[in-house]
Each structure stands twice: as structure tokens, then as C-alpha cells.
């Protein structure tokens, strides 16, 4: 195998020079990190899971006219992408009270909210990604007004298909986070989807019972965060039914059911 290079490394991808110009290699780690990289551990098989979920959901969303980075998934671990010049903010979408929003503004978690809000901070590690307003953004350019009204919308959308997604599988889309980039088409620059859409990035709570099937399992050390992470996945179609011990071997399960 020919050496590839490492554009990136972040908390739980690598980037690799991918193999023509304007392509990348998305690389899942295991390695979970919460509260600004304060708290480090892993999720056993987390990466082959997250690789396998977000190629879902980029697909899915593509199906219904969101461009995305995605182009395909290449093996367990990595999955084929456009390059972009990444927007330096992250977009949250809540549809209940939880994690930072409860805390900041006193609002019991599971609260519903009256309608979608949707949040930005600002991507800097160093400054631990502040919550910034609008204002923020076109104050110090960091995207431009149309580019905002693109990001916002999208989000809009994405955060309907993905609610219904998963209401009907039975899980709760409580809130979610959303990065997006810069395509460049010649000189012109079009606002894409990117990063990855997983468990990692979104809570998810069973209808029924409330149970947590994402992050908090590790940020709150509930355990369980391996099976929490299979059972999306297994509710997303993508696992054979109760079978953990296949997380393994997703690509001999497809070719058995494409037989
Ligand atoms: P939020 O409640 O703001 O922060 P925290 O996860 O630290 O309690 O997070 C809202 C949602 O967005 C949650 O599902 C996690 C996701 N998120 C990230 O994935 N990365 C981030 O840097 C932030 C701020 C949020």
C-alpha cells in the first residue's frame, strides 16, 4: 500500500490526501473526547459505526437535494469526500432543551422547545468553540450573508428529514451539530454539507423510554456506549438484528443480503 498524507488529525478523524485532487480520505477513530478535549477515552468499533451511519444519513440527505461532501464509503474505517475550505462554525440544532442550553439558560433537560433554534459557535479549539451570534459572523467575515441564509436553511431541512428519520425508527433527534464548507466550482463557491452526522454529533433519545443512545453515555459516564451506538445503527437497518458481535463484518453481512 502506498503511503498516503496526513492532511489532519482531529479528535476522532484523520484526514488523508484523497486519491485525485479536490478528494480527501475520512478516517473513523475510536477515540471520544467531551468538554473541549478535556475528557479523552475510546468506543470500542465507535468509528466503524460512525463511518457507517453518517455514509446513511449523507445519502439519504442527498436523496432529497442536499449537497453533501460525501462520495463513498471506501471500507469500514473511511469514507471518500470532497475537499472543501471548511465554514469555521459550528451550526447546533435543538428541538429540546438539553446539554449547554439547559445549563446556560436553566431549562430542564427534555423540555420540548416552541420551535427549531439554531445556534453557532465559533471553531476554535483554543477558545474552547464559543457561542457567537450572527452578528459574529458577518462582523468578522467569516461567511457571508448568503452563505448564511444557505447554511440555515439547509439546516432547516436537514434537521426535518432527519427528525422524521428518526421518529421513525423510534428515537427522539433532540438536538444536533452541523458543519458545512466551501465547494469551489472554478471561482464560484457553493455552500456544502460536510463532516459526519453520528451519534458523536447529535442526542438521540428513545421515544419510549428516554434512554440515551449517543454521546452523553460517555460524557456522563452512563456506559454502554458501544451497544447505544450499535442500536442506532441496527434501528437504521445497517446491523443484522441483535447482531453486536457482526459490527465487525458489515461488509460480508451486505454481500450475504445483496446474494
Ligand atoms: P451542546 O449541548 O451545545 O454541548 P455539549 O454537547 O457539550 O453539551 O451540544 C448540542 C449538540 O451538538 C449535541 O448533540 C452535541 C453536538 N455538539 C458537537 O457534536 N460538537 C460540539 O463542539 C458542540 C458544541 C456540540
Redesign the pocket.
Known sequence: MTRRRKIYEGKAKILYEGPEPGTIIQYFKDDAT???AQKKGTINGKGVINNRISEHVFTRLAHIGIPTHFIRRLNMREQLVKQVEIVPI?V?V?NVA??????RLGIEEGTPLPHTLL?Y?YKDDSLG?P?IAEEHIACFGWATQEEMQDISSMAIRVNDFMSGMFAGIGIRL????LEFGRFFDGDFARIILADEISP????LWDIETNEKL???RF?RDLGGEVEAYQEVARRLGLLPDEGSSEIMDLDAHRAKKSK
Open positions: 467531551a468538554f473541549n459550528e447546533i435543538r438539553a446539554g449547554t442550553l439547559s445549563k445556534e459557535c468553540d457561542l433532540v438536538d444536533f451539530k458523536d454529533g447529535c442526542r449517543d454521546k452523553d460524557r
